[in-house]
């Protein structure tokens, strides 16, 4: 009997034993593999963009002699040698006329300066192809080099002017603060209504066919494609209330209806987190609903909440296609100074300059993702952190 039941362990049970062990170790191999293979991805795709994104970070200046004269006011290429026409950035040169109005005590002097270059020269000295500087002017940039009139500085211009026709000059400024106006409006908006709409669903609503039909329609509306926001958007807030178009308002309001669902989902799952004998205690001591739900609840799902509210606006922020039907991709050089201007964002920036032709638009654009994804990390990371210590357990 005893030697059956030694039998029937080694031929049944082990080998069953042994047969899960390999399927284990199998699974334990995929899952490996899978997370190997995404980090791989991921490596590759920062060191893409950081390689492309760290030579827009700096600028090519040449030294030239600039001849102020009355015929600069008509024709800016007066006012340097006819050789560097081509060599020194177009942008600067057209600015000449108007600094020559604002002090006409310059007509007549002469002085050298250090000018951003050309954007055909500032790839050909950073060895990029395609950068259609003709030989003649590369010998002409070649020998400036040899004399120290060429230098390598930190580009400032990236992060103090606007969009540019012209990619030395191009720098993400108008749309930082575009940005920071429509986040604003989208904060402002979206989360008092989702925070309360939650508290009212989940501390106050009995439980009935038209709160399950609303739940229902708030789960649908998290799931649709953002474009649909856009057309939403411009139905109403552009043709039926007056919005101006391509204004930080009328994305700022576009985008607060499409992070609304996410919010309000997020402050529910905060909710229910908070332990029913909380509010059983509160009721105990005789406080009403709202005292319960306003001095008990909410502080206690309060962390919750700002997570999901941060990660439903750092979404926002990343968002282009509702922002493109609102108008929000138009050419801005310059700053807004209002919420009703018209402006552009950051990842609308980033498009357009994507489908510039001009090798020079192409490491701006991927530095203008390493900004977004800058801050975009930055705001994901304060979430996890207020998550982290805020964190209970009941």
Same mark, same amino acid.
């Given at each position: ?20 062990e390999r399927a284990d170790a199998r699974f334990h191999f995929y899952g490996l593999a899978a997370v190997s293979l995404a980090l791989g991805f991921l490596v590759i795709f920062f060191i893409d963009i950081i390689g492309q994104a760290l030579p827009a970070f700096h600028l090519t200046e040449v030294l030239v002699k600039v001849h102020y004269t009355e015929a600069v006011k008509s024709n800016y290429n007066k006012a340097i040698d006819h050789k ?59 020998? +400036? ?10 580009? !400032? ?29 989208? +904060? ?181 993702? +390493? ?22 357990? !009941?």
């Amino acid at each position: 009997m005893h030697n059956k039941a030694d039998n029937f362990l080694h031929q049944g049970v082990h080998p069953r034993k042994r047969k899960r062990e390999r399927a284990d170790a199998r699974f334990h191999f995929y899952g490996l593999a899978a997370v190997s293979l995404a980090l791989g991805f991921l490596v590759i795709f920062f060191i893409d963009i950081i390689g492309q994104a760290l030579p827009a970070f700096h600028l090519t200046e040449v030294l030239v002699k600039v001849h102020y004269t009355e015929a600069v006011k008509s024709n800016y290429n007066k006012a340097i040698d006819h050789k560097l026409s081509r060599i020194v950035g177009r942008s600067w040169l057209r600015s000449l006329p108007m600094k020559i109005e604002a002090n006409p005590a310059l007509i007549g002097t002469e002085e050298e300066l250090w000018i951003a270059a050309d954007s055909r020269v500032d790839q050909y000295l950073k060895g990029h192809d395609g950068h259609g500087l003709k030989n003649k002017y590369r010998k002409i940039v070649d020998k +400036m080099q040899q004399q120290g009139k060429v230098r390598d500085v930190f580009n !400032w211009a990236f992060f103090q002017s606007g969009d540019s026709k012209l990619p030395e000059s191009a720098g993400i400024l108008a749309a930082a603060i575009g940005s920071l106006f429509t986040l604003l409006i989208t +904060m402002l908006v979206a989360v008092p209504i989702g925070v309360m709409t939650a508290i009212y669903l989940e501390e106050f609503a009995t439980d009935n066919t038209f709160t399950r039909l609303v739940e229902v329609n708030i789960n649908n509306l998290a799931a649709i494609p953002s474009i649909l926001y856009g057309l939403l958007g411009l139905a109403i807030f552009i043709n039926f209330m007056g919005v101006p178009r391509s204004s930080a308002l009328a994305g700022g309001l576009t985008l607060a209806l499409m992070t609304l669902p996410l919010i309000i989902i997020a402050t529910r799952a905060a909710l229910r987190a908070v332990p029913e004998s909380i509010r059983e205690a509160a009721f105990g001591l005789g406080a009403s609903s709202l005292q319960v739900a306003w001095h008990h609840v909410l502080p206690l799902a309060m962390p919750g909440i700002l997570t999901g509210s941060i990660i439903g606006l750092a979404q926002a922020m990343g968002e282009t296609a509702p922002l493109i039907i609102v108008g929000m991709m138009a050419y801005i050089p310059d700053a807004p100074g209002s919420i009703l201007e018209a402006t552009t964002v950051l990842p609308a920036q980033i498009y357009t300059w994507s489908t510039e032709s001009m090798r020079g638009y192409s490491e701006r654009t991927a530095a203008g993702i +390493m900004v977004l994804l800058t801050v975009l990390l930055s705001l994901n990371a304060l979430a996890v952190k207020l998550r982290n210590r805020s964190e209970k357990n !009941w």
